[in-house]
Nanobody, 127 residues
């Protein structure tokens, strides 16, 4: 089994930045696609960003394009999400997810396509 632990969330003012980390333990994630999702109260879980196993394929959800950067360090077994120019509407619990199945040439953007999840980290952006 693999365990995913997110960190780096917190309270930040609008316009600020946060860097989320997702540390994996139990198994190496070097051959897996990884994703970041978020969920605000009363809303569905939303794709934020995804990265394939070697970082060669990356995709962003509309809310993250131009403001966020996903990256990974397979030696450290960790995935990152750098978020800039944060807005109050970015307030949500952010989840890290792993997909252990072959994805082909695209990053999957649906929560059901990922089979391991972290517990989430809260991001709150004040206006």
């Amino acid at each position: 089994q693999v365990r995913l632990v997110e960190s780096g969330g917190g309270l930040v003012q609008a316009g600020g930045s946060l860097r989320l980390s997702c540390a994996a333990s139990g198994r190496t994630i070097s051959s897996w696609d990884m994703g970041w999702f978020r969920q605000a109260p009363g809303k569905e879980r939303e794709f934020v960003a995804g990265i394939n196993w070697n970082g060669g394929i990356i995709d962003y959800g509309n809310s993250a394009k131009g403001r966020s950067t996903i990256s990974r360090d397979n030696v450290k077994n960790t995935v990152y999400l750098q978020m800039n120019s944060l807005r109050p509407e970015d307030t949500a619990v952010y989840y890290c997810a792993a997909r252990t199945y072959y994805s082909g040439s695209r990053v999957r953007i649906t929560p059901g396509d990922y089979n391991y999840w972290g517990q989430g980290t809260q991001v709150t952006v004040s206006s």
